[in-house]
């Protein structure tokens, strides 16, 4: 199914045209300015506020509905939503899941890094919406915190400078050994945790009654090792296959959230799953071209970005996605049909944030006309995430983040 899956997307993709066709209105400068400055007085006051220590549960409650109430305020201001998307999130227990989730990592490895932690929420609120999709109660199941936290240590590990491929196709041979329920030997302390990662997900999942669960595994640990190809050298277009495993590895990787979180999925199911996954590993790509094409790891950007603009590239990636979205069929229910336009309008700012961090790599044209459809000017991401960073250290998000919970709101990291 794996490679009808990626077949189909790479189809959809090569039929897709390159012509920059925007789903959104265009919005002007004026007003970018005007939310810029929304975002400033958002982020000075978010500070101010966070600088209350509450001394008792009642201050600590008015201290949540403050921080809350100023995320809301800002959102409604700049975005096009009629309702809140954080109301949103938060009453289908997003702050709560991510409190629990940080909560079960420094049970499981109090020793994690907080930017680790951060990358397998993505993930943990990727499941989370799959839950949504499907009207399921949103809740971390032992299979959601495990998948979650198998790849910010395998990635991090396989997407090493310093670990040389040979030692990197010995680690994944062990760690097929543990998906297929073979007990190798872990070598060290990462190795371990992976493989009683496994474990958590094989007592929820028995494998002889949902053995798609064990397959959908093994598909992304498959994409994972010949992603390793990526990673040896320079090479030039066509000659290797770098978007089939591009497809390939973004598809597995969400299809696996889809079985960990339904068990058993339909063939539409499946195909919504996929698609997913090949545009969030597309946006990913983008993101990361720079530090890509100078660690020679080749991706379909990375490979031609010291050659040619980027332009034609993301134009067919903005029209895949609305592609994907007008197309798709499956999830039909209220909730599921908001959620996939907060799906399809944040992968928007993700490319635009990917843009202004590359211009470079991008025509003045065309920065010109896609940035006309951005809700600030592209100068301010990079300004905005610098003085974020500075304001807010990573432990302030997190405290952030468990604020936005319904039960307890301070937690000690």
């Not at 992603?227 to 969400?254: A, D």
């Not at 068990?263 to 996954?277: H, K, Q, S, V, W």
Request: glycine share 2%; aromatic share 12%.
């Amino acid at each position: 199914m794996i490679k009808e899956l990626t077949d189909k997307y790479l189809s959809i993709w090569w039929k897709t045209k390159s012509k920059l066709h925007m789903s959104t209105e265009k919005i002007s400068f004026a007003e970018k300015i005007k939310n810029e400055k929304k975002i400033e007085l958002f982020r000075k006051e978010l500070f101010k506020t966070l600088k209350k220590i509450p001394q008792n549960e009642n201050e600590e409650e008015d201290l949540r509905e403050e921080v809350f109430k100023l995320i809301r305020e800002m959102e409604i201001q700049i975005s096009n939503y009629e309702e809140s998307i954080i109301d949103f999130f938060i009453d289908n227990g997003y702050g709560n899941i991510t409190r629990e989730f940080i909560d079960e990592v420094k049970k499981f490895d109090s020793q994690m890094e907080v930017y680790d932690i951060f990358q397998a929420i993505r993930n943990v609120w990727i499941m989370n919406s799959i839950q949504i999709l499907y009207n399921m109660e949103v809740k971390l199941t032992p299979s959601i915190f495990a998948y979650s936290m198998l790849y910010p240590y395998s990635d991090n590990y396989l997407d090493d400078a310093n670990i040389s491929v040979e030692e990197k196709v010995e680690f994944n041979k062990r760690f097929r050994d543990w998906l297929l329920g073979k007990d190798s030997v872990p070598l060290n302390n990462m190795e371990q945790h992976i493989y009683n990662l496994v474990k958590k997900i094989e007592y929820e999942f028995q494998r002889n009654t949902y053995s798609e669960v064990f397959e959908s595994l093994l598909g992304i640990h498959t994409a994972q090792e010949q992603s390793l190809i990526q990673q040896r050298e320079k090479t030039l277009p066509f000659e290797k296959n770098i978007i089939g495993i591009t497809f390939e590895k973004g598809g597995t990787s969400v299809l696996a959230d889809g079985y960990l979180v339904r068990g058993i999925l339909d063939r539409a199911e499946a195909e919504f799953m996929f698609g997913y996954g090949v545009f969030l590993q597309i946006i990913d790509d983008l993101q990361d071209v720079g530090e890509d094409y100078n660690n020679k790891h080749m991706t379909i950007f990375s490979q031609i970005a010291d050659k040619y603009k980027l332009d034609r590239l993301i134009s067919k990636l903005l029209n895949f996605i609305d592609t994907f979205f007008n197309n798709e069929t499956t999830f039909t229910s209220e909730k599921a049909k908001k959620l996939k336009r907060v799906i399809q309008d944040c992968s928007h700012i993700m490319i635009f944030e990917a843009i202004s961090k590359n211009k470079s790599r991008f025509s003045k044209e065309y920065i010109k006309r896609i940035e006309s459809h951005s809700i600030v000017r592209f100068s301010y991401f990079k300004k905005i995430k610098k003085k974020f960073e500075k304001t807010f250290s990573q432990e302030d998000i997190i405290r952030i983040c468990n604020m936005l919970s319904k039960n307890e709101f301070i937690i000690n990291i």
